[in-house]
C-alpha cells in the first residue's frame, strides 16, 4: 500500500487517505471510490469545510467509511443512510435551508461502461478474477472521474416526526413506536 500513497502527490488526498486508513483498517478499494465521489460532490454541490454532508449510500461495502470519517455523517446524527442494493452508487447532498422541502444532491456510481476502459480495474469491479487493491487503486488514481457518472437529484427533506414512546406490554422497556403497536420489535420478533 506504500507504493500506492507514494504515488499520491496532492496533499488534502494524502491528508485524507491518512484518515481513512486507521478508521476503515486499510485503504480498501471501495474506500478510495468513496473518497472520489466525495471529491466530485464537494466539487459539484460546492461544499466546504464544517459543512454538514447527507449520504445515502447504495452498499454496505467500504463506501460509506470516507463519509463518516471526514464529513461526520454518521448512522446516529442521520448523515448516513444505508441501502443495501450492493450497488457502487450513493446520492449526497447538503443541509436543507429552514422551510426547504427539497433539496439538491447529486447521484454518483461507478459506471461499468466506462471502467471498461480501465481492464484491471474493470476485472475487479466485476468480480472476473482477484485484484489486488494496489492495482485496483493504480488504476483508479490514473483514471480519476472518469470512470463515474453522476446527475442532480432532489432529495426529499425528512419530516421530522414526534417521537411516540410507550412502555412494551412484555418486557417493560420503553420503546418508540411506529404505529399504535404496545409490543417492542424485539420481543415481536423473538416471540
Ligand atoms: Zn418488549
Known amino acids: 500500500m506504500d507504493e500506492i500513497i507514494a504515488k499520491i502527490d496532492d496533499p488534502e488526498m494524502l491528508s485524507m487517505i491518512k484518515k ?15 473518497l472520489q465521489m466525495l471529491q466530485i460532490a464537494r466539487r459539484l454541490l460546492d461544499i466546504n469545510e464544517g459543512d454538514r454532508v447527507y449520504v445515502t449510500c447504495e452498499t ?23 441501502l443495501d442494493y450492493g ?3 450513493m446520492t449526497i447532498n447538503k443541509a436543507a435551508k429552514p422551510g426547504q422541502k427539497v433539496v439538491k444532491g447529486v447521484r454518483i456510481f461507478l459506471d461499468p461502461e ?15 478474477r482477484k485484484v489486488p487493491h494496489e492495482e485496483a487503486i493504480s488504476e483508479l488514481l490514473k483514471a480519476g ?3 463515474y457518472t453522476w446527475k442532480f437529484v432532489d432529495v426529499q427533506v425528512p419530516v421530522k416526526a414526534k ?7 412484555i418486557c417493560g422497556e420503553s420503546f418508540i413506536r411506529i ?3 404496545d409490543i417492542c420489535k424485539g420481543c415481536s420478533t423473538t416471540n
Open 163 to 169: 417521537k411516540d414512546a410507550a412502555i412494551c406490554k
Open 179 to 181: 404505529d399504535d403497536e
Open 87 to 89: 450497488k457502487m452508487a
Open 114 to 128: 466506462k471502467t471498461a476502459k480501465y481492464p484491471v480495474f474493470h476485472a475487479w469491479y466485476m468480480n472476473e
Open 20 to 34: 481513512i486508513v486507521p478508521f476503515h483498517g486499510y485503504l480498501s478499494t471501495g474506500a478510495f471510490i468513496g
Open 145 to 147: 472521474e472518469d470512470v
Open 60 to 82: 454496505f461495502n467500504c463506501l460509506p467509511d470516507p463519509f463518516q470519517i471526514l464529513c461526520s455523517s454518521t448512522i446516529g446524527n442521520k448523515g448516513l443512510k444505508i
